[in-house]
């Protein structure tokens, strides 16, 4: 059974920083690109940054780039994102994807395997 759980939401200040990780198992979890996604309230699921299988490429929203980190450790099966210098905009639930496609992963479409997501709310 493919299971993906993300952990490390939360509350935070503006300008804060949190890391998010993403347990994965039912899987060859090296064999897959992996990627988060956030949802706002009332807003479309977006992409937020993607790795791939190796960890060895990775892959940014414009709104990520200089601020959030992508990694992952495969001995571990985990995947994290580092996120630092947060802003009320980056309020969201953010969801753990695991895909195989041939791109980067900015549409849902292109992910297999999902979480059920982690909180994070920013106060400004």
């Known amino acids: 059974q493919v299971q993906l759980v993300e952990s490390g939401g939360g509350l935070v200040q503006a300008g804060g920083s949190l890391r998010l990780s993403c347990a994965a198992s039912g899987f060859t979890f090296s064999n897959y690109a992996m990627g988060w996604l956030r949802q706002a309230p009332g807003m479309e699921r977006e992409f937020v940054a993607s790795?791939?299988?190796?960890?060895?490429?990775?892959y940014y929203a414009d709104s990520a780039k200089g601020r959030f980190t992508i990694s992952r450790d495969n001995a571990k099966n985990t995947m994290y994102l580092q996120m630092n210098s947060l802003k009320p905009d980056d309020t969201a639930v953010y969801y753990c994807?695991?895909?195989?496609?041939?791109?980067?992963?900015?549409?849902?479409?292109?992910?297999?395997?999902w979480g059920q997501g982690t909180r994070v709310t920013v106060s400004s």
């Open positions: 790795i791939t299988w190796s960890g060895a490429s990775t």
């Open positions: 994807a695991a895909g195989q496609s041939a791109g980067w992963g900015t549409t849902r479409q292109e992910w297999r395997y």
